[in-house]
């Protein structure tokens, strides 16, 4: 039985949010949660459903790299207990880029205040810190695109696999069997090719994804716009060429490379000069890690990168900021791309609100936001306003596609602006004191553990005597917390600041000489493992030191060294400033125009209308952000022949289940023994033929208890009886032909052709020829076929090829 509920983003009256969470249960004793998500105002009534069912949620799968996908995941770890032992499965790109953009996210929203500023309906709890969320990435277990995944315990059943989705970078289809279920968990997928993207599986690879019992597809559709770059680049130049800056918020990791990659070879072809800028809190890792997962994007990226030999997200006229000084700096016209697309997060709010009292400036928004968002209700004035208003673009091509629509919009409002200020004087001696505690604190657990694990480590001659040693250390308790003294020792390697230890008098007789821990030999599956360092020549290590600071070799290793894409995450980590969240209010007028050039990456209606019925799905499950959208796909998917079409709402079950009748035959012992069992070929199955006849257990019509088993139970019990007369004995005889079961695989079949004496090739795919005169042909069901003259040497061959399969007479 598989049971559908989707617990945020379904269908209603309007798009109230685009966050994306939904419960998959299977004979209600797996429950699979695909995404986190949560909207940009981060609203906790949201997450009190998702809260109430963590206790049986069995495992978690993440889909792409956004807010709307992942954002309350970390939140919900560190809020809601149990979450964060609940395992979770992402590709690598999710996890890289999903950790960019909560830390991006993190940063501005209310729950990261210290409680003596925060306005939080939560003030007493510790905000959430860089540290935490890096921690809880670390966690994610990172799959591969058709990595077939095979789950133990309670799981072992279900057997998950990652397509991509396109859209975003890692971005991933799910594809979910368990039992007669096969279910293809598609939200947000895009079926064309982008600059850094490659197009979805649901087109690339169809065989693979192809008839699932239930699809679960995402209804919300991209514009379909063949013209979007030259539309985008019109409205920067109008904006430009009037003296003004262009303002465009965008998504931190996903949609963003695909406009910094643009912009940057459209600056370099044209040779613009105008300031381009990426203005990002974590734009410097964000950049870092793109350039390092390479292998995840389009063929054309893998391309650029090998006739250039840099990575194509080295920009060479885009400049990745990461402070408002940086915006501030620069006078004149500029292009920026700001982080947090519903101007709730990141800096773009803040930004906004310094670029839109200008007239000659333009803001582009290239992403739908959350009806509520203050992004969501600037679209929505845009949208009202430029009803009726023909296009500036009189250049129209044959697809009928128009130039952007540019509107002035009147809205005054005073804004909320969360942002972060470097700590000083007073609170900054009392941060890094805190700090240093903690970090204490970590030295001495880790330095007990180390002595735990040496005590452990000790030989048999030794335990005897380091009993009383143990027993001293008891009598001090186990949760007592470890003082220098208790190291003994081993507190000359924990402390810099230490450099001798009186050891006169002290009662353990353990480590009384200077601590030497020898170097362990780390081993991988293969053996020693070797540094590549240690085997460089003296020229090469000579020639690397004396090359310059800012040499590309120092930037990626050098010579003989592996490049270490994590350099720029930890030059970060060493250069992080201490900070607070404040919160200021500003009164804003919006004078600067408005446009909206689609760049969602989302497949658009009309592809949707021809691919989805080509996976010919039993069941489609659409999932819309309102039902005005789901309705219009729906109807023309039921035009193309897919008849069976659920739209549920936010919170309301849907029973997709297979509908098929499954039973469950047990055999007696004595029945079993009774059998004539025969193995295959390849040992693999072990199989036997039985006549009989199957009879329903008779179930009391009086008990309604009997009668709820009979409506709910997916696994029917059945008994197998014996065969009346001998009349049915004689016609189920008659009917019986030999039943042949196993595989035969022809490389297999040729090599014992060969020991046999008789000469076999291949002739083309799936077709041996023997002696010259018999073809083996197998065909693509599975049989196979003998062609040649009757004689001694076609019987020879039959009976060779009937030997790797099991006869069931």
């Known amino acids: 039985m598989f049971t559908f509920t989707p617990l945020l983003g379904a269908s209603s009256t309007e798009a109230e949010t685009l966050a994306s969470q939904s419960l998959l249960s299977f ?41 709307s996908h992942l954002g309350a995941y970390v939140y919900a770890c560190k809020r809601f207990p149990g979450f964060d032992a609940i395992p979770v499965y992402a590709t690598l790109p999710v996890i890289n880029m999903g950790r960019m953009v909560t830390i991006d996210a993190y940063s501005t929203a209310w729950f990261t205040f210290s409680p003596s500023a925060a306005s939080s309906p939560s003030p007493q709890e510790e905000p959430i810190q860089q540290s935490d969320i890096d921690a809880i990435f670390d966690k994610i277990h990172a799959l591969k695109y058709s990595q077939q995944l095979t789950l133990t315990a309670k799981l072992s059943s279900l057997r998950l696999t990652a397509h991509n989705a396109g859209h975003t970078l890692g971005g991933t289809l799910w594809r979910l069997q368990y039992g007669q279920e096969d279910i293809t968990y598609a939200v947000d997928w895009n079926h064309a090719v982008e600059r850094h993207l490659n197009s979805s599986a649901l087109l690339t690879s169809p065989e693979q994804l192809s008839r699932p019992t239930a699809l679960i597809c995402g209804a919300r559709t991209g514009s379909g716009i063949r013209r979007r770059e ?34 940057d070879s459209i600056w370099v072809e044209r040779q613009y000069t105008v300031p381009l800028m990426y203005f990002s809190r974590a734009g410097a890792r964000t950049i870092a890690y793109a350039r390092s997962m390479l292998e995840w994007m389009s063929p054309a990226i893998v391309r650029e990168w090998e006739e250039k030999g840099t990575s194509p997200f080295v920009f060479k006229s885009l400049k990745i900021a990461t402070s408002e000084d940086e915006i501030h700096n620069i006078k004149g016209p500029k292009v920026i791309l ?44 845009w949208q009202a306003a430029t009803e009726g208003i023909v296009a500036d673009d009189d250049d129209d091509d044959d697809d009928g596609a128009s130039g952007p629509k540019f509107s002035r919009i009147s809205l005054q409002r005073q804004l909320e602006i969360r942002k972060s200020v470097p700590l000083q004087g007073d609170e900054l001696e009392t941060y890094l004191a805190e700090e240093k505690a903690r970090k204490n604190q970590v030295d001495r657990q880790t330095a007990m553990d180390l002595k735990n694990r040496n005590i452990l480590d000790q030989p048999e001659s030794e335990s005897e005597s380091s009993e009383s040693e143990e027993d001293l250390d008891d009598d001090y308790g186990e ?14 390697t924990q402390d810099n600041d230490l450099y001798d230890f009186e050891v006169r008098g002290v009662k353990s007789i353990k480590h009384k000489m200077f601590p030497y821990v020898p170097r362990r030999i780390r081993r991988d599956p293969y053996g020693e493992i070797i540094r590549v360092e240690d085997y460089v020549r003296a020229e090469e290590r000579d020639e690397a030191i004396s090359n310059d600071s800012n040499d590309v070799q120092e930037a990626y290793g050098t010579i003989g060294k592996k490049r270490k894409w994590t350099d720029e995450r930890e030059e970060e980590k060493r250069t992080v400033i201490p900070s607070k969240t404040l919160v200021e209010y500003v009164d804003i007028v919006i004078r600067c125009e408005i446009t909206y050039i689609e760049y969602e990456g989302l497949a658009d209606s009309r592809s949707m209308q021809m691919i989805i019925p080509q996976i010919q799905p039993r069941k489609l499950i659409l999932i819309a952000d309102t039902i005005e ?10 035009d193309a022949g897919i008849q069976d079409i659920y739209i549920p709402t936010s919170g309301k079950s849907v029973n997709a289940s297979m509908d098929a009748n499954a039973y469950v035959v047990t055999l007696s012992d004595d029945l079993a023994h009774q059998l004539i069992w025969q193995d295959t070929a390849s040992s693999e199955y072990t199989v036997a033929q039985l006549k009989g006849r199957l009879l329903m257990k008779n179930l009391s019509n009086g008990s309604s208890q009997a009668s709820e088993q ?14 009346a007369t001998r009349k049915d004995l004689a016609i189920a005889s008659a009917q019986t032909k030999p039943i042949f079961v196993g ?67």
């Not at 949660?33 to 949560?38: A, E, H, K």
């Not at 022809?746 to 046999?756: G, I, K, P, S, V």
């Open 629 to 638: 959208h789901a309705d219009n796909l729906a109807a023309s998917l039921r």
């Open 27 to 67: 004979d209600q004793n797996v429950r699979v949660l695909i995404d986190v998500g949560w909207n940009d105002k981060f609203d906790l009534q949201l997450l009190e459903e998702l809260e109430r069912i963590t206790p049986s949620i069995d495992l978690i799968l993440l889909t792409h790299a956004t807010i």
């Open 743 to 809: 595989d035969i695989r022809l490389a297999e079949l040729r090599r014992r052709l060969m020991a046999e004496g008789i000469h076999a090739e291949f002739k083309g795919e799936g077709v041996l020829l023997c002696d010259e005169h018999i073809l083996v042909r197998k065909l693509e069901t599975g049989n196979v076929l003998i062609q040649g003259g009757v004689g001694n040497k076609f019987y020879e061959i039959r009976k060779i090829v009937d030997s790797f399969l099991a006869r069931i007479v």
């Open 230 to 263: 030259d539309l985008l680049l019109s409205a920067i130049l109008r904006g430009v060429e009037r003296g003004g800056s262009v303002f465009m918020p965008t998504s931190t990791s996903a949609r963003a490379l695909e406009l910094c990659h643009l912009l």
């Open 479 to 492: 949760d007592m917390e470890a003082e220098k003294s208790d190291l003994g020792i081993l507190a000359l």
């Open 710 to 723: 009979m409506e709910t139970a997916d696994l029917k019990d059945v008994t197998l009886g014996r065969l």
């Open 338 to 381: 700001a982080s947090g697309h519903g101007l709730e997060w990141g800096v773009s709010r803040e930004l906004f609100a310094n670029l839109s009292t200008d007239p000659n400036n333009i803001a582009i928004f290239t992403q739908g936001s959350d009806c509520k968002s203050f992004a969501g209700e600037i679209l929505t004035l």
